[in-house]
Structure formats: structure tokens, C-alpha cells
């Protein structure tokens, strides 16, 4: 089946590194996206193909991929990071589908 | 200027059906496809369906697949989801994106209530 698995919540300090994981059988194969969204906001594209980072969006977010687990790595998380975080990714046959979501809290 | 602009806020009783429009501008629609996500009020992202916005080809979510129909008048240059048989449980705010999610609309709020 298709279902990605992310923790609820993440919360470090101001400066600390965090890490948001991303669990699903079908990401052994397929990439993920990674989408950023704060609160009243679209969601915004903070990594694509597992690890790279789209044009405008800072080098302290990175991603990288393990088996069937993907990981967003925000190193030196600021306290603007605080938001939600989405993995998604999309079948053979097109198919999308996202995580559950995880809220950052960082303070 | 490049953007996605959605039509506005609907209101629709249980049973009824929404037509929501999608308008793109600044890029060559019918060289790019469009997907559409909703997500309900205090809710996560749920991922709808897609079009090919060259041949019309579709994709639908199969937990709306019967009710759902996304089409697209690339004349216009603008796509369009519709959505039958509502209940409150589809109450959300309906997005438009680029096919690499990298263009979303603003956001349409349909609510769904008796």
C-alpha cells in the first residue's frame, strides 16, 4: 500500500539540528518531495528528488534517503522554520500521496 | 507574472457539487500539468488528482474516484475541479499547483454544510 509515515511533532532549540523522517515501502524506489508550510500559507517545496534543494530556499535544509526511510535535515533550525513539514511522494501510476505531516516547534 | 488564480470561497449544501477554477498565467499551460490538493481545517495535505493539461489524461485520488472530475480549457488556459455529491467531510481548502509543485494558487475554501 501506499502510506508514508512521518512523527507528529519535532521540537528542538534555537541553533540545534532537526530531523523529520519519512517512512514508506514505495520510497525504496520512488523520490519524495519535502513541502514547508506555515500557518495561512501554500505549501512551499524545501527539497525534491530526496536531496536537492530548489533555488531560494537555504542551505541549512537538506535531505537524504535510506532504504525505505527519507530524512529532512534543517541544521541550525531558526526559530522562522517553525512550521509544518510534508513528505509526498507518487505511484507508478501517478498517483500522489503525502505524509501525515509534522510540526516543528523550535524554542 | 507567473501565478495560479482560483476562483473564490463556495458555500454548498450536502448533496450539491462545486466547480472550482483555476487560472494560469505567465507560462505555457498546455506544456505543464496540474495537480490538486485539499486539506481540511486544522488538517494535513491530501493529494486529489492530476491532469495532463496537453492531452487531458487524469489521475484521480481513489478515495474520490466517482465523484471527482478535473478538466481543463487550455484556450482558457485554466483548469477546473469539480467535486459531486458533497458531504461536510469534504469541507477544505482546495489548492491548484504545477505539476513540480513549484506554482500552487491561493487556495479555494469550499464548505460543505447544511
Known amino acids: 500500500s501506499y502510506e508514508l509515515t512521518q512523527p507528529s511533532s519535532v521540537s528542538v532549540s534555537p541553533g540545534q539540528t532537526a530531523r523529520i523522517t519519512c517512512s514508506g515501502d514505495?520510497?525504496?524506489?520512488?523520490?519524495v518531495r519535502w513541502f514547508q508550510q506555515k500557518s495561512g500559507q501554500a505549501p512551499v517545496v524545501v527539497i525534491y528528488k530526496d536531496s536537492e534543494r530548489p533555488s531560494g530556499i537555504p542551505e541549512r535544509f537538506s535531505g537524504s534517503s535510506s532504504g525505505t526511510t527519507v530524512t529532512l535535515t534543517i541544521s541550525g533550525a531558526r526559530a522562522e522554520d517553525e512550521a509544518d513539514y510534508y513528505c509526498?511522494?507518487?505511484?507508478?501510476?501517478?498517483?500522489?500521496?503525502f505524509g501525515g505531516g509534522t510540526r516543528l516547534t523550535v524554542l | 507574472q507567473v501565478q495560479l488564480l482560483q476562483s473564490g470561497a463556495e458555500v454548498k449544501k450536502p448533496g450539491a457539487s462545486v466547480k472550482v477554477s483555476c487560472k494560469a498565467s505567465?507560462?505555457?499551460?498546455?506544456?505543464?500539468?496540474n495537480h490538486w490538493v485539499r486539506q481540511a481545517p486544522g488538517q494535513g495535505l491530501e493529494w486529489v488528482g492530476w491532469?495532463?493539461?496537453?492531452?487531458?489524461?487524469?489521475r484521480y485520488s481513489p478515495k474520490l474516484q466517482g465523484r471527482l472530475t478535473i478538466t481543463r480549457d487550455t484556450s482558457a488556459t485554466t483548469g477546473y475541479l469539480e467535486l459531486s455529491g458533497l458531504t461536510p467531510e469534504d469541507t477544505a481548502t482546495y489548492y491548484c499547483a504545477t505539476n513540480a509543485f513549484d506554482l500552487w494558487g491561493q487556495g479555494t475554501l469550499v464548505r460543505v454544510s447544511s
Open positions: 491532469i495532463n493539461n496537453a492531452d487531458g489524461d487524469t
Open positions: 509526498y511522494s507518487a505511484a507508478d501510476n501517478t498517483l500522489g500521496f
Open positions: 505567465g507560462y505555457i499551460f498546455a506544456d505543464n500539468a
Open positions: 514505495v520510497l525504496a524506489k520512488k523520490y
